[in-house]
């Protein structure tokens, strides 16, 4: 049981959507899914640094447990689970469901000032906002288009707190815009941070430039022609690039969609997802020489990504060493099903039926 510092009350982990009844009681849990109606949510304090949950070195928790599956399924226990419960071969299952990247979460100090910032610079629409009193945070969902559809964000404010650790293992989002120099010039006519000028990617030539937002999460500005999902990127560094992409392949179902060493600048990147770049959001996953452990800080959050079950998900999770911090099912109060889970390198993710997800947001 997580040991929740007074400190982190105040914080909401604020996950997706949805909002659940009779969770008050349930405050113990790891993870929670906030649906749209107003039914009382139950409490984390998950914006306590993760570290202190899982450990300063992530990595290595990972590999302790990442062991005793090895262990377990040597002596055959953990095949024997999986054949018995999933009939048919998991691998295949995982590469057929139909996956997209729902939204990802994260925490903000001034939510008025970001959705200014969002939609006045980067072009975003103010989706859906709501304020919950009763347990001090308020949402706002901002995107380029429906979240039924798109890829979208999602911020939280808590009451209170004005600032965040946005740590070291957080890289950055992904923006796809036809004209990098003009959206530069509008960012910083608004007063926006510029820490890139626009100019070719090394080694490459696409244009790109990278600016922060107020609360200091980058965002890469991509020159691309018009696109169905210009929130297109989300960048977190791991400690093992192999073992994420073998991770995110098998267990995630998603497709290396490219790879690439610069050797020169000491790093290499994995982009992964569920299509084409230019028409689907992507993770890119960031490897730099040498670095296996990360500070993730209590700023981001995770990422939510749809699913047609949620019991075979948490299944292949387990089956190829990720962490399952939420149990498969429907949640108190509601029908809408969903686990959550943890990366070899602690990242989180949450996965939600996609049928229950798109009744919720009728």
Not at 53 to 70: C, D, M, P, V, Y
Not at 149 to 177: C, P, Q, R
Not at 214 to 229: A, I, N, Q, S
Not at 284 to 299: A, I, P, S
Request: charged residues 25%; contains cysteine; proline residues 6%.
């Amino acid at each position: 049981m997580v040991r929740i510092l007074p400190m982190a009350s105040s914080l909401r982990p604020s996950i997706s959507s949805f909002r659940f009844a009779a969770a008050s009681r349930l405050a113990h849990s790891l993870t929670s899914y906030t649906p749209t109606r107003r039914l009382p949510s139950f409490h984390l304090g998950f914006a306590v640094p993760q570290a202190q949950f899982f450990g300063l070195k992530t990595s290595k928790l990972w590999q302790k447990e990442h062991n005793n599956t090895i262990r377990v399924a040597i002596n055959g226990s953990v095949a024997q689970a999986s054949t018995t419960t999933i009939p048919e071969n998991i691998l295949e299952w995982v590469k057929k469901d139909k996956r997209r990247f729902l939204h990802v979460v994260y925490r903000v100090g001034d939510l008025e000032r970001t959705i200014k910032f969002y939609t006045e610079c980067l072009g975003m629409k103010l989706l859906r906002k709501r304020d919950i009193p009763e347990e001090r945070y308020t949402n706002a969902f901002l995107g380029y288009g429906p979240e039924d559809a798109h890829f979208v964000i999602e911020l939280t404010y808590n009451y209170g707190v004005d600032k965040y650790d946005i740590g070291t293992g957080f890289g950055h989002f992904g923006i796809a815009v036809e004209d990098v120099s003009r959206t530069v010039e509008l960012i910083k006519a608004k007063g926006g941070k510029v820490t890139r000028e626009p100019g070719p990617v090394k080694g490459g030539t696409t244009v790109i430039a990278f600016i922060e937002d107020p609360d200091g999460y980058k965002f890469e500005l991509l020159e691309r022609g018009p696109t169905p999902e210009p929130l297109c990127q989300v960048m977190l560094r791991v400690g093992d690039l192999d073992r994420s992409i073998n991770f995110y392949e098998k267990a995630f179902g998603m497709e290396v969609l490219r790879k690439r060493d610069y050797p020169d600048y000491k790093y290499t990147i994995a982009m992964m997802g569920y299509g084409p770049e230019d028409k689907n959001p992507v993770l890119e996953l960031t490897y730099n020489y040498g670095v296996t452990d990360y500070e993730k800080g209590n700023g981001y959050a995770q990422i939510a990504i749809g699913t047609d079950d949620v019991y075979k998900t948490a299944e292949a999770v387990k089956l190829y060493g990720g962490k399952v911090t939420r149990e498969p099912g429907p949640l108190p109060g509601i029908n809408t099903k969903i686990t959550a889970c943890l990366d070899p390198d602690g990242w989180k993710t949450v996965f939600v039926d996609n049928i229950d997800f798109l009744k919720e947001l009728e």
